[in-house]
T-cell receptor, first 110, second 111 residues
Framework: NAGVTQTPKFQVLKTGQSMTLQCAQD?????MYWYRQDPGMGLRLIYY???????DKGEVPNGYNVSRLNKREFSLRLESAAPSQTSVYFC?????????FGSGTRLTVV | RKEVEQDPGPFNVPEGATVAFNCTYS??????FFWYRQDCRKEPKLLMS???SGNEDGRFTAQLNRASQYISLLIRDSKLSDSATYLC????????????FGAGTRLFVKA
């Protein structure tokens, strides 16, 4: 069982570059999420999608956009990367109770 | 004050020891409580839910104290493989569900 698959696993960007993080789940979950994790801080919600066709801002949405392409896929886009976006990004899905996380993307913006 | 607070540790314990972590939360509207485990450079994984009556899963016991607004995780007979970061997670309903992750407590179990 694949669960939640994220790509890429690692990425280095220059300030101002753009990129899209991809996420797909095969568990037929309605809800999907994007979190970032920084040292000394808990996971912080960037955006979430409660169901196909809907997206909502989380705690730290600035500088990001998302697309819920279909029930399986939820992508996160950085339009103009900044050093403050250096972080580990996790995609997650949920059936309504508990989360299944992807393996994460380690992003460095220089 | 953070909404969910944990002692960052690290806790360094020998194999076979009993270790306990506490987590405090500030919002009395908190409804659901969980412990997640995160290995180094890996994703968090659900360890167990926490119920008001307390619950046990093998060597792990989780308890909830609503009056004092804290949850705890007790690990008995620690194994080397228990070395990880333990995240306290609280879900509250403030018109919509909101999930808050603690920053985690690091545990090192040594031989």
């Amino acid at each position: 069982n694949a669960g939640v698959t994220q790509t890429p696993k690692f990425q280095v960007l220059k300030t101002g570059q753009s990129m899209t993080l991809q996420c797909a789940q095969d568990m037929n979950h309605n809800s999907m999420y994007w979190y970032r994790q920084d040292p000394g801080m808990g996971l912080r919600l960037i955006y979430y999608s409660a169901s196909e066709g809907t997206t909502d801002k989380g705690e730290v949405p600035n500088g990001y956009n998302v697309s819920r392409l279909n029930k399986r896929e939820f992508s996160l886009r950085l339009e103009s990367a900044a050093p403050s976006q250096t972080s580990v990004y996790f995609c997650a899905s949920s059936p309504g109770f508990g989360y299944t996380f992807g393996s994460g993307t380690r992003l460095t913006v220089v | 004050r953070k909404e969910v607070e944990q002692d960052p540790g690290p806790f360094n314990v020998p194999e076979g020891a009993t270790v306990a972590f506490n987590c405090t939360y500030s919002n009395s509207a908190s409804q659901s409580f969980f412990w997640y485990r995160q290995d180094c450079r890996k994703e968090p994984k659900l360890l167990m839910s926490v119920y008001s009556s307390g619950n046990e899963d093998g060597r792990f016991t989780a308890q909830l104290n609503r009056a004092s607004q804290y949850i705890s995780l007790l690990i008995r007979d620690s194994k080397l493989s228990d070395s990880a970061t333990y995240l306290c997670v609280v879900t509250l309903n403030t018109g919509g569900f909101k999930t808050i992750f603690g920053a985690g407590t690091r545990l090192f179990v040594k031989a």
